[in-house]
């Protein structure tokens, strides 16, 4: 069996792990970084960014940069982009094939499979549309994961492997899972899910961002794309910045406006409360879900990028009571667990006992005839949710009217009264010899499997006819001759090529730091970026442009910080007391340091 990539895309930033010698090992991407931004990004000449690069494109090209799109995984959204329609599977598979570039490379071998994880709140249209992004960047994925699982399985490996009953708080930037899980043995049971598919660090970001705009008489919805990109980057980086420190100036310039806004984990905790009220539900339905209460509980894990935000954490303490949250390796976690995963699905000798059993996070079922308003129907649960996978149920139903002729069974998935409130996933008609109502039934079997595909059949009890539909597809997730088709279209278009990642990745960083400067700070990145345009494209001098190159990334980080925590009033004389450059020894290069400090960028 040939080597298993396990990916956890993320909404914000994916991962991915495999399993090697006896452990679950992350894999870094063409930046020796482990955190890949699930960011895409179109060029000019059809080269397709991914990545950190792309993230960096995201405020200088809006237009042509998307992010976030794993939220609308299984929908029929498309971003018009360049003239060209992407649905959001087809921008994750761009970054799925980075991902699995990245792999090869690293790895020195080819990978055609993968184990990716999704979050347990995903329905089935968006696990197809996954599996379908896996398809596009050519990789077979038979199996899907739950984040929670994934996390749990990381925990369980890293932990002292007692028996216990533990929760995973799994809050991403798009998405909360909460899964109460139990480990015994070798047996590591997920007993109960529960979460909010829309709420995640994001949000956090735009109610910072919002703030901003409130206490600068601005209007954030009337912002152009770019203006308020350059905004939520800055709210975003405010916000992590009070993990580390208890105050943080949060600094906007965007070439039209320049402000700044103090903030802390009060101030957070205040204008994001209505978020913060959003996180209890989820735990409260867990535990009642699981017929748990805390006193059952060994610990809480803490997983997602979003549990290193201290206010989280100090929330989580106050509504849970005094517990012992463990916050390891927030950002990691899923990705180990899905690396761990792969070693099983593998058949890896050190790992193939270890026993997963997952449940079905939503209740699935049909609508049936409400007698009290005939025009809405009422949902029948078939599969009632947190029923462990995989699993099948059987139900009957009877005609509800004289002399009908079909039967139709639409197949909902949610846990609302009325059938239409649910997601509507198929429907299944057949055809009932007419007769008084009552008199004719129909066999309903569901079954549900651990990747989450739904096969529903349905039996006519009189005649026999049977009919099955498996729901994987629907009007807006991808057919089999679109993949093919659309795989053609999309390997045209190539991702950057890995030498060029990290020039073309300095660009769009200087690029974004151009567009926020002002007078001479703004020239200054400019001169740099044409001055290392040139060396790269026209001189191709690969000595000189690993030295320039390392003094650029210092000018912009240094332009950076400056940008962020400092007053953005700068004088050109200021230059001294924070441009810091590197101490080099070659004569040669000595003289062009000259050169540049004279101003002289031509050569
Ligand atoms: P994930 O989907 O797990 O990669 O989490 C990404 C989210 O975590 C984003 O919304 C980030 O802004 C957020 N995040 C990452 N690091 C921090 C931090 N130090 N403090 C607060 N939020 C963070």
């Not at 930046?31 to 990004?41: A, D, H, K, M, R």
């Not at 929670?148 to 998405?175: H, I, M, W, Y």
């Not at 009932?432 to 109502?437: E, T």
């Not at 096969?455 to 597809?473: A, M």
Request: overall charge negative; charged content about 30%; glycine content about 8%.
């Amino acid at each position: 069996m040939g080597r298993i990539l396990g990916i956890d895309l993320g909404t914000t930033n994916s991962l991915a792990a495999v399993w090697q010698n006896g452990e679950s090992m992350l894999i870094p991407n063409s930046f020796g970084e482990y955190l890949t931004p699930s960011v895409v990004s179109f060029g000019e000449d059809d080269t397709v960014y991914v990545g950190k690069t792309a993230k960096e494109r995201l405020v200088t090209h809006p237009e042509c940069s998307v992010s976030v799109f794993k939220r609308f995984m299984g929908t029929d959204k498309k971003y018009k982009i360049r003239g060209k329609k992407y649905r959001p599977e087809e921008l994750s598979a761009f970054v799925l094939r980075k991902l699995r570039e990245d792999a090869q490379r690293y790895l020195g071998e080819e990978i055609e499979e993968a184990v990716v994880s999704v979050p347990a709140y995903f329905n089935d249209k968006a696990r197809k549309a996954t599996k379908n992004a896996g398809e596009l960047a050519g990789l077979k994925v038979d199996r899907i994961i739950n984040e929670p699982s994934a996390a749990a399985l990381a925990c369980r490996k890293c932990g002292n492997e007692q028996d216990e009953t533990f929760l995973v708080f799994d809050f991403g930037g798009g998405t909360l899972d909460v899964s109460l899980v139990d480990c015994f043995d070798n047996i590591i049971e997920i007993t109960a899910v529960s979460g909010d598919n829309h709420l995640g660090g994001s949000d956090f970001d735009e109610a910072v961002a919002r703030e901003f705009c409130r206490e600068h008489h601005l209007d954030f919805d009337e912002l152009s794309p770019q203006r308020q990109g350059i905004l939520l980057e800055s709210a975003s980086r405010a916000k992590c910045g009070l993990s580390e420190k208890k105050d943080v100036i949060m600094s906007v310039s965007d070439g039209e406006f320049k402000g700044q806004m103090e903030m802390n984990n009060k101030k957070l905790i205040k204008i994001s409360m209505p978020l913060f009220q959003r996180i209890s539900a989820p735990v409260k339905r867990v535990m009642n879900d699981g017929k748990k209460d805390m006193l059952g509980i060994s610990k809480v894990i803490l997983v997602g990028g979003s549990c290193k935000m201290p206010s989280l954490q100090q929330y989580l303490c106050h509504t849970l009571g005094e517990y012992s949250l463990a916050v390891m390796n927030p950002d990691y976690m899923v990705a180990l667990g899905v690396g761990t995963y792969a070693g099983i699905k593998e058949r890896r000798e050190d790992i193939k006992d270890l026993l997963l059993t997952d449940i079905c996070p939503f209740s699935l079922g049909t609508g049936i005839f409400n007698a009290g308003n005939a025009k809405r129907a009422l949902m029948s649960t078939i599969i009632e949710r947190n029923s462990v996978l995989p699993c099948s149920h059987r139900a009957h139903f009877q005609t509800a009217s004289d002399y009908q002729k079909h039967v139709v069974i639409d197949v909902y998935q949610g846990e609302e009264y009325y059938a239409d409130n649910n997601i509507h996933l198929g429907e299944i008609e057949v055809n009932v010899p007419p007769a008084p109502k009552g008199k004719e039934t129909v066999t309903v079997d569901y079954t549900y499997d651990i990747n989450g595909i739904l096969i529903v059949d349905v039996e006519v009890d009189s005649t026999g006819e049977k009919k099955r539909q498996v729901i994987t597809t629907g009007t807006d997730t991808m057919s089999s001759d679109e993949i093919k088709k659309r795989v053609a279209q999309l390997e045209k278009m190539g991702l950057c090529p890995a030498d060029q990642e990290e020039y073309r990745m300095l660009f769009a960083w200087g690029e974004r730091l151009y567009a926020q400067a002002f007078g001479p700070l703004k020239n200054a990145v400019g001169e740099r970026l044409d001055f290392f345009q040139r060396l790269l494209y026209a001189e191709q001098n690969p000595y000189k442009v690993k030295k320039w190159k390392r003094e650029i990334e210092n000018f912009l980080k240094n332009a950076e910080n400056y940008l962020d925590d400092k007053e953005i009033e700068w004088n050109p004389e200021d230059i001294d007391s924070w441009y810091e450059e590197d101490e080099e020894d070659d004569e040669e290069l000595r003289e062009e340091d000259r050169l540049w400090h004279d101003g002289h960028l031509t050569h």
